[in-house]
């Protein structure tokens, strides 16, 4: 009984040489590349057609509503200085309306210059 395990196990050590020097033989050797001649058409042909790019041109609408809103300040910040009110709202509104004009005049003149 214990001859049959001792030869069990060297026949699998055997089997399991053969099989280690199979699979080292197979990694070893290089496969051979075979590339058909109409790869490159057949590839090329499955590609989609190519369209021309688009030119997109830029509309600055946030330029234009900027420069809106800084002459409706202006007008509104007028008004109210020729209005003159004797209560001190107006002065907040003229107040705050200034520095709203200065802010835009001030993003307007930086945002153009740097694009």
Do not use: C
């Not at 199979?22 to 109409?38: C, F, N, Q, W």
């Not at 688009?54 to 209005?83: E, P």
């Not at 004797?86 to 003149?109: K, P």
């Amino acid at each position: 009984m214990s001859d049959e395990s001792m030869n069990s196990k060297l026949v699998n050590k055997a089997a399991d040489d053969e099989l280690d020097l199979r699979i080292l033989r197979a990694l070893e050797t290089a496969p051979s590349v075979e590339i058909p001649a109409d790869f490159a058409a057949r590839v090329a042909s499955k590609l989609p057609v190519r369209r021309r790019p688009v030119s997109l041109t830029s509309t600055h609408y946030g330029q234009n509503a900027v420069f809106l809103g800084m002459i409706l300040t202006l007008v509104v910040l007028i008004v109210l200085t020729l209005y003159n009110g004797r209560h001190a709202t107006f002065g907040l509104a003229e107040s705050l309306l200034l520095t709203q004009f200065i802010a835009l005049t001030v993003w307007f003149s930086v945002r153009r210059y740097s694009v």
